[in-house]
């Protein structure tokens, strides 16, 4: 049997591992990194570069580099997320067909499952120089608190790729795997996930070879981009009092902005105070204009100290959802790049009443973890239960635009529920069922899944027909329905039209626009 690996698909980063002779390895790149940057550029002669490739001319490239890509997969072009993520990125993002969210790099369009399939062929790569034979099936972790469409497109991304996807687990899983190996005793712990662009929290009750899931809670639009960003507006508000210019209108200065500012905000970690030295940031009749500043990490503290109570509050939510208090979690596990602020690591330590564990590698432990349950999936042995949850109640509209919950959040998976419909008109026959994922108890709250139509009921007085619909959720997180008719007993199967994925004909399409060795570039 062939490899299977298991890949962190990052929203800044990405990294990949394998279980060599019982121990999981990562894989580093050709230029020895163990994580690659998730950024794929069109380069101006035309060139489709990946990974460190496309970082390094993100600068002089701004408007053809992508980055962040995950914080846009899955998202409708609508959204507040696209919206908000537009106001930020150099790169112009589009309406695609499917009322989704699509990337103009040069002068091609690119859909999201598209660019994150090309960061996912990059790390297959990786993995076959190292094995030195194909790779075709992967373990692909995604935040846990990605919705049915998000992780629908992720799963797309693999096919486009050229990866069959085993399994989608759920990041903080997927690290508590990594903690939990070579480990017997029976612990509660929380993994606090938070990386480039989205935070999740999971409680989980490990022991014994079983791993299960509690709760999770998230926010899949926070992240360390979020800090960034408010250290580049800082950083562009000073310039303003003092020079007089914004850089707001200038992608190329911005771009440098933002670049000096994460790496101003790494440095605050390790020591108190930094410098940032943009020269030639803008020109006016003055002539060049240079940016010069210093920054505190008292500074970084307060720019950013709402954010981290944002997390905070959804710890809370978490451990009410899965009847923990602080005092019952034996430890908590810190995940993602961002963790590594000082300030975060002690206001979750106050918030635990523990300081948090540091014996994992927040970068590489979701990527071992995938290829721990990729061991997993593929051994004689199964030795390894993981029982995980799903992130957001399952449910559909009714009357009035309401929501009636058939699936409740953090219900293990894989789960399947049903519910019988039936007619309001006499004579009806069709059935329109609207498929909703979220919180709200207003329909129009919740993601949208799909809507699809249950056709051929026999002519009958209103309220006789019994039509059951059954709605089920994998272990991968992923939404599947399918209908019976009560009285014929006949199944019908359905497609849940999902809005902002992509269809199986636009898959190809892709998958023949990008054959293996378009996307295939040394680092
Ligand atoms: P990940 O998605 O786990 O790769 O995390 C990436 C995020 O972690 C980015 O926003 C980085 O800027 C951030 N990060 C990496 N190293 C540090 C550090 N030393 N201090 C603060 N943030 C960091």
Not at 136 to 158: I, L, S
Not at 382 to 409: M, N, Q, Y
Not at 490 to 502: K, P
Request: include cysteine.
């Amino acid at each position: 049997m062939g490899h299977v690996i298991g890949i962190d698909l990052g929203t800044t980063n990405s990294c990949v591992a394998i279980v060599e002779n019982g121990q999981p390895t990562v894989i580093p790149n050709a230029g020895g990194y163990k994580t690659t940057p998730s950024m794929f550029a069109v380069s101006q002669d035309g060139k489709r570069l990946v990974g460190h490739l496309a970082k390094r001319q993100a600068i002089t490239n701004c408007t053809s580099t992508a980055y962040g890509v995950k914080r846009l997969i899955g998202r409708r072009f609508d959204s507040e997320e696209v919206t908000k993520t537009a106001e930020f990125v150099p790169y112009e993002i589009i309406r695609g067909s499917n009322d989704d969210a699509r990337l103009q790099l040069a002068e091609k369009i690119f859909t999201c499952p598209e660019i994150a399939a090309i960061i996912l062929r990059e790390m297959k790569r990786v993995a076959q120089e190292y094995v030195g034979e194909p790779v075709e099936e992967a373990v692909v972790t995604v935040p846990a608190y990605f919705n049915d469409t998000q992780r629908q497109c992720t799963k797309d991304a693999g096919k486009i790729a050229g990866l069959e996807i085993l399994r989608i687990i759920n990041e903080p899983t997927a690290a508590a795997l990594s903690y939990g190996f070579g480990r017997s005793d029976e612990e509660t712990i929380a993994i606090y996930d938070l990386g480039g662009g989205t935070f999740d929290i999971s409680i989980l009750s490990m022991g014994d070879g079983v791993v299960e899931v509690l709760s999770t809670n998230g926010n899949t639009f926070l992240g360390g981009e979020d800090f960034d960003r408010r250290i580049v507006d800082h950083l562009n508000a000073w310039f303003v009092d003092n020079d007089g210019i914004d850089l707001r209108n200038d992608a190329m200065a911005m771009q440098r902005l933002k670049d000096a500012a994460e790496k101003a905000k790494c440095d605050l970690s390790a020591r108190d105070v930094t410098e940032i030295n943009l020269p030639f940031i803008a020109t006016d009749e003055r002539g060049p204009r240079h940016l010069n500043v210093e920054i505190t990490r008292d500074t970084l503290e307060s720019l950013c100290h709402d954010l981290v109570s944002q997390s905070l509050k959804t710890c809370e939510a978490c451990m009410r959802d899965a009847k923990v208090g602080p005092d019952q979690i034996d430890r908590v596990i810190l995940v993602g790049g961002q963790t590594r602020m000082p300030f975060l690591q002690t206001a979750v330590a106050e918030f635990f009443g523990k300081r948090p564990h540091k014996g994992v590698n927040p970068d590489e432990v979701v990527a071992i973890g995938a290829a721990l349950q990729a061991e997993a999936l593929t051994a004689d042995e199964k030795d390894l239960l993981l029982l995980d949850v799903t992130p957001l109640s399952l449910g559909i509209a009714t009357f009035g635009g309401r929501f009636a919950t058939l699936i409740e959040r953090n219900t293990t998976v894989p789960v399947r529920r049903s519910h019988v419909f039936t007619t309001t008109r006499d004579d009806q026959r069709d059935v329109k069922v609207r498929v909703l994922q979220g919180e709200s108890e207003v329909a129009a709250e919740n993601d949208l899944l799909g809507e699809f139509v249950l056709s051929g009921i026999k002519p009958a007085s209103k309220g006789e027909p019994e039509i059951e619909v059954s709605f089920d959720i994998d272990a991968n997180g992923i939404v599947n329905v399918s209908a019976r008719d009560k009285a014929t007993g006949l199944e019908q199967s359905i497609t849940v039209n999902a809005a902002s994925t992509l269809s199986d004909e636009e898959i190809q399409r892709i998958i023949e626009e990008n054959p293996p060795d378009a996307i295939a570039l040394k680092v």
